[in-house]
């Protein structure tokens, strides 16, 4: 326990499955959060069912600029430092093939997954504590193709391109900024995939998926979570620059 004893985390997206148990997670072992998200019934909810005087709820769009200084000077007001960033914050689009894709989920996608991350990078970081650690949240689909998911694969490719520019421009403060690759994780974002793929029958979608995961199952939002606490722990402290798979062996299978 007190992995993160005495540091400060933001954690964006901070309502979704993967957000709240990464923050859970990181109020366990004593690090002050400030949970980030856009979803305001959300957050209101989540104030009231963890009710812990180390956590701190900002209703921002991470897209925009002026959010992004927002939830900055708000946790630095709050809290004095930022140690942790969780860049986790993401939407899925639609499951369309690239020729039927509608250009504006696309231009949604890259706001939020791509320029969200961006914006992120460019104003957190340099106020950052030496020493503090930069996860961003990517997927499978930063590292493979999947059909009908253009938008998304091709922005979970681009944060590596930030991670791998943003781990050698803060080097220097030992800041170290690393990318989480999970497969199919069971919350809200695969329910409203499966959905979208076959209204009729999203059972029999995410017994598809299923099948592709060697584990035989989708991860939980807290396994996630776990691997966020290591890199964001002293543990990590010598890696880097580097795409952490969290797949139950779908990329080898
Ligand atoms: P989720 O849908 O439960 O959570 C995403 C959260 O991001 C939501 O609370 C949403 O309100 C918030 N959000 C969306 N747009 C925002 C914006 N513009 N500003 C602020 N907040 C915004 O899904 P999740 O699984 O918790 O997703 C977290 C991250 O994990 C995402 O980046 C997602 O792409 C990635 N991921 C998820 C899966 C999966 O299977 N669920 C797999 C691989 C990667």
Redesign the pocket.
């Known amino acids: 326990m007190d992995r993160l004893k005495d540091k400060v985390a933001i954690i964006?997206?901070?309502?979704?499955?993967?957000?709240v148990a990464t923050a859970k997670l990181f109020l366990a072992h004593g690090a002050k959060v400030v949970l980030?998200?856009?979803?305001k019934d959300?957050l209101a909810t989540l104030n009231k069912e963890l009710n812990h005087e180390n956590i701190r709820f900002v209703l921002?769009?991470?897209?925009k600029k002026e959010d992004t200084l927002k939830f900055l000077n708000d946790t630095l007001r709050t809290f004095g430092k930022i140690d942790i960033f969780f860049v986790?914050?993401?939407?899925?689009g639609v499951a369309r093939p690239i020729a039927d894709y509608p250009e504006d989920v696309f231009d949604k996608v890259v706001n939020?997954?791509i320029k969200?991350v961006w914006l992120g990078c460019q104003h957190i970081i340099p106020k950052m504590q030496d020493g503090g650690s930069v996860m961003i949240?990517?997927?499978?689909?930063g590292l493979k193709g999947f059909a009908n998911l253009g938008a998304?694969v091709a922005s979970?490719h681009a944060v590596v391109g930030i991670m791998k520019v943003a781990t050698i421009e803060n080097a220097s403060r030992n800041i170290r900024v690393n990318t989480i690759?999970?497969?199919?994780?069971d919350?809200?974002?695969?329910r409203?995939i499966e959905s979208d793929v076959s209204p009729e029958s999203p059972k029999t979608v995410k017994d598809g998926f299923t099948a592709t995961v060697p584990f035989g199952r989708?991860a939980t939002?807290k396994e996630?979570g776990e691997i966020a606490l290591f890199l964001a722990s002293d543990e990590s402290k010598y890696i880097t620059g580097c795409t952490h798979l969290i797949d139950g062996g779908m990329l080898t299978a």
């Open positions: 964006t997206g901070g309502s979704g499955g993967i957000g980030v998200d856009k979803d959300a921002a769009d991470v897209s986790n914050a993401g939407i899925e939020v997954n969200g949240t990517s997927s499978v689909a998304y979970k690759h999970p497969g199919p994780v919350n809200d974002m695969m409203r989708y939002s996630i």
